[in-house]
């Protein structure tokens, strides 16, 4: 047993020093604690001739649940919790992204278990006995052992547990000890929430909101209220696709050159940010259509598509819009069967309406997309029947592997083969299928009643295989691991529109919904929906929270990006201008107290929503 505590404690110091860079003495106790009570309740409950199976068992799970973590963590840069095995079943959706990410050195977490099992026959071929007497007096340690330390690793539960910043909850909890205070932290809030009383939680809400000054002088007529009112709307949602290829050329070559006329000629939002949680893609999808926070804990879809979400296909669907949504993949990934129901579409076109053209790994390219959604909406446009549609692209996904005869963009040698490089090969490849929709709306006569959303549901680029060092040099921009990756695109499309116009207002995927329901002349507050989220084109101020990629606590406002330590105190901040360190960041105090309370809220609210009929 203490050979194997040993080898549990050589593994956790592996997977601190991958995940965190250094090691803390607390946490390594923490985790000392954590691992011999566990071998020691295999010790109590455990026959002795299936024992050293068990040991050998527990190291093997172990290895694979720190294996997979440091996996996880190095694309989401979060530690998973135990909500995380519910998404297991995706795995095999996304092999080529979840291989990409694997570096050899990982598999060191199983160097040790050759060598154990050889120890193991060894000692099942000399055999060992132990007396009555001998074992009873083991028993009096074992349990003594045990007691000790679940009286130590409690006291680290319970002293961490009100962290909100879950790298570092994690960091000194341990691997055990943060899966316990997370189930404790989730008991408790779904606890609370049960309790509660969703009016009262409005209530709080609309007080909340009320006093933090969003606009200069409140009261005033919304600016384009109604700009686009009856007409159809389709939203697009852009895969992995970040903010900084706009307006961007290599070699002379422009990298968006669909999306930078829609932006000269649209509202264009450049400072807008990921906010997503556990579910990723289908997170982006729930916020912009409800304007709620993901819990962080699960991904909204599996968690909450039982309820009856607060939504723009709800709210249009009184003014008589029918709402559908596009996905070449699988309608059970991220569990959408459940999702789009629960958003109240009304239709939903996945893999079977698509050709497989082979595009990657998820089949269908986002031309074949477009293709089949354009006939569809045709349909509904010929019956003057208005539309609410959603498109989800997949072609940029990652690893971003694009056919060769599918783009036309040449790179510098330096950036061929590299993430980099494919990267931009995606983007090109997206932003030219992009514009076939445009082209056949067009030809369908659709161009002209439509308004046009496109956005990036989250960062592409990975940290570890395009630094920001290589993205700045290779580009010739100012590129940072935080601002520039978490930067996403928004442009908002409206027909007739006379001229483009650059949107400076920094936002969220929040912020989508409420700034679409403006332009449709749709107020959520007389629909009955509580946006978190705000229009942009109506507000000069805006704070608004992240979460799962950044640590709870992180937040934007019109000037910084936080991030928390342990709190608010020993955090750090960036200025969203010139992306450098922010060294007082005092006075923002109370906006951080602003949003921990604004994201309790959204979690208590979306727990309180109702549970729809299946």
Same mark, same amino acid.
């Given at each position: 047993m203490i050979a194997i505590w040993l080898l549990l404690l050589v593994k956790s110091v592996l997977f601190r020093?991958?995940?965190?860079?250094?090691?803390?003495?607390?946490?390594?106790?923490?985790?000392? *604690?954590?691992?011999? &009570?566990?071998?020691?309740i295999v010790e109590l409950v455990t026959a002795a001739r299936w024992r050293g199976i068990a040991y050998w068992a527990v190291n093997l799970v172990v290895s694979v649940l720190l294996f997979a973590s440091t996996v996880y963590f190095s694309y989401y840069g979060s530690v998973p919790t135990y909500t995380a095995l519910k998404a297991l079943d995706q795995v095999n959706q996304i092999q080529d992204s979840v291989e990409s990410l694997i570096k050899s050195i990982y598999y060191i977490y199983f160097l040790d278990l050759a060598i154990l099992a050889i120890l193991y026959i060894v000692r099942l071929i000399r055999g060992t006995r132990v007396s009555g007497r001998k074992r009873i007096g083991q028993l009096r340690l074992v349990i003594g052992g045990l007691l000790v330390c679940i009286v130590v690793s409690g006291s680290l539960v319970y002293a961490g547990s009100d962290i909100p910043n879950e790298l570092e909850q994690a960091e000194g909890l341990g691997f055990i000890g943060y899966q316990a205070a997370?189930?404790?932290?989730?008991?408790?809030?779904?606890?609370? *929430?049960?309790?509660?009383?969703i009016e009262q939680t409005k209530a709080d809400i609309n007080e909340l909101m009320s006093s933090y000054s969003y606009q200069d002088q409140p009261g005033q007529p919304a600016v384009q209220f109604g700009t686009a009112q009856g007409k159809n709307v389709i939203v697009v949602q852009?895969?992995?696709?970040?903010?900084?290829?706009? =307006?961007?050329?290599?070699?002379?070559?422009?990298?968006?050159?669909?999306?930078?006329?829609?932006?000269?000629?649209?509202?264009?939002?450049? =400072?807008?940010?990921?906010?997503?949680?556990?579910?990723?893609?289908?997170?982006?999808?729930?916020?912009?259509?409800?304007?709620?926070?993901?819990? &962080?804990?699960?991904?909204?879809?599996?968690?909450? %598509?039982?309820?009856?979400?607060?939504?723009?296909?709800? $709210?249009?669907?009184?003014? %008589?819009?029918? *709402?559908?949504?596009? =996905?070449?993949?699988?309608? +059970?990934?991220?569990?959408?069967?459940?999702?789009?129901?629960?958003?109240?579409? /009304?239709?939903?076109?996945?893999?079977?309406?698509?050709? /497989?053209? =082979?595009? /990657?790994a998820f089949g269908a390219s986002d031309e074949e997309l477009y293709k089949v959604a354009v006939d569809k909406l045709q349909a509904l446009h010929e019956q003057k029947k208005p539309f609410y549609a959603q498109m989800v692209t997949v072609s940029s996904h990652f690893p971003f592997e694009v056919p060769k005869d599918r783009t036309d963009l040449t790179l510098p040698a330096s950036m061929e083969g590299t993430q980099l490089g494919n990267y931009l090969q995606a983007v090109h490849y997206t932003d030219y299928a992009l514009g076939t929709l445009i082209d056949r709306?067009? *030809?369908? &006569?659709?161009w002209d009643d439509t308004v046009l959303v496109a956005y990036g549901d989250h960062f592409g680029l990975q940290p570890e295989k395009a630094s920001a060092a290589e993205i700045s040099q290779q580009l010739g921009i100012h590129y940072d691991d935080r601002l520039s990756r978490f930067n996403i695109p928004l442009i908002i499309h409206v027909p007739g529109q006379s001229g483009g116009h650059v949107v400076e207002q920094p936002g969220g995927q929040l912020d989508i919904m409420p700034t679409l329901a403006n332009l449709l002349g749709v107020k959520p507050a007389d629909e009955g929906v509580v946006p978190f989220g705000h229009?942009?084109? /109506?507000?000069?101020?805006?704070?608004?929270? $992240?979460?799962?990629?950044?640590? +709870? %606590?992180?937040?934007?406002?019109?000037?910084?990006?936080?991030?928390?330590?342990? &709190?608010?105190?020993?955090?750090?901040?960036?200025?969203?201008?010139? $992306?450098?360190?922010?060294?007082?960041f005092s006075k923002y105090k109370s906006d951080y107290d602003y949003i921990m309370k604004l994201m309790g809220l959204s979690d208590q609210y979306v727990r309180q929503l109702p549970k729809r009929t299946p």
């Amino acid at each position: 047993m203490i050979a194997i505590w040993l080898l549990l404690l050589v593994k956790s110091v592996l997977f601190r020093l991958f995940l965190f860079g250094e090691l803390k003495w607390n946490g390594l106790l923490a985790d000392a *604690a954590a691992w011999l &009570g566990l071998l020691l309740i295999v010790e109590l409950v455990t026959a002795a001739r299936w024992r050293g199976i068990a040991y050998w068992a527990v190291n093997l799970v172990v290895s694979v649940l720190l294996f997979a973590s440091t996996v996880y963590f190095s694309y989401y840069g979060s530690v998973p919790t135990y909500t995380a095995l519910k998404a297991l079943d995706q795995v095999n959706q996304i092999q080529d992204s979840v291989e990409s990410l694997i570096k050899s050195i990982y598999y060191i977490y199983f160097l040790d278990l050759a060598i154990l099992a050889i120890l193991y026959i060894v000692r099942l071929i000399r055999g060992t006995r132990v007396s009555g007497r001998k074992r009873i007096g083991q028993l009096r340690l074992v349990i003594g052992g045990l007691l000790v330390c679940i009286v130590v690793s409690g006291s680290l539960v319970y002293a961490g547990s009100d962290i909100p910043n879950e790298l570092e909850q994690a960091e000194g909890l341990g691997f055990i000890g943060y899966q316990a205070a997370a189930a404790w932290n989730n008991q408790s809030e779904k606890a609370i *929430a049960s309790s509660g009383d969703i009016e009262q939680t409005k209530a709080d809400i609309n007080e909340l909101m009320s006093s933090y000054s969003y606009q200069d002088q409140p009261g005033q007529p919304a600016v384009q209220f109604g700009t686009a009112q009856g007409k159809n709307v389709i939203v697009v949602q852009m895969e992995a696709f970040q903010n900084f290829p706009l =307006h961007l050329s290599v070699g002379r070559v422009e990298l968006t050159p669909v999306l930078n006329k829609l932006a000269d000629e649209s509202y264009y939002f450049p =400072h807008i940010y990921q906010q997503i949680g556990q579910g990723n893609t289908s997170d982006a999808e729930f916020m912009s259509n409800t304007s709620i926070y993901p819990t &962080g804990e699960i991904a909204m879809s599996t968690g909450y %598509g039982n309820r009856e979400l607060p939504s723009m296909p709800r $709210m249009l669907e009184s003014k %008589g819009y029918e *709402a559908s949504t596009f =996905h070449v993949n699988d309608v +059970t990934f991220w569990d959408r069967n459940k999702l789009y129901p629960a958003l109240g579409f /009304n239709h939903y076109y996945d893999k079977p309406f698509y050709t /497989n053209d =082979h595009f /990657n790994a998820f089949g269908a390219s986002d031309e074949e997309l477009y293709k089949v959604a354009v006939d569809k909406l045709q349909a509904l446009h010929e019956q003057k029947k208005p539309f609410y549609a959603q498109m989800v692209t997949v072609s940029s996904h990652f690893p971003f592997e694009v056919p060769k005869d599918r783009t036309d963009l040449t790179l510098p040698a330096s950036m061929e083969g590299t993430q980099l490089g494919n990267y931009l090969q995606a983007v090109h490849y997206t932003d030219y299928a992009l514009g076939t929709l445009i082209d056949r709306l067009k *030809a369908n &006569g659709m161009w002209d009643d439509t308004v046009l959303v496109a956005y990036g549901d989250h960062f592409g680029l990975q940290p570890e295989k395009a630094s920001a060092a290589e993205i700045s040099q290779q580009l010739g921009i100012h590129y940072d691991d935080r601002l520039s990756r978490f930067n996403i695109p928004l442009i908002i499309h409206v027909p007739g529109q006379s001229g483009g116009h650059v949107v400076e207002q920094p936002g969220g995927q929040l912020d989508i919904m409420p700034t679409l329901a403006n332009l449709l002349g749709v107020k959520p507050a007389d629909e009955g929906v509580v946006p978190f989220g705000h229009d942009l084109l /109506n507000i000069n101020h805006n704070v608004f929270g $992240m979460r799962y990629y950044l640590p +709870t %606590g992180s937040f934007f406002n019109n000037d910084i990006l936080f991030v928390p330590g342990k &709190g608010f105190d020993d955090g750090t901040a960036y200025s969203l201008k010139t $992306m450098e360190p922010v060294r007082d960041f005092s006075k923002y105090k109370s906006d951080y107290d602003y949003i921990m309370k604004l994201m309790g809220l959204s979690d208590q609210y979306v727990r309180q929503l109702p549970k729809r009929t299946p």
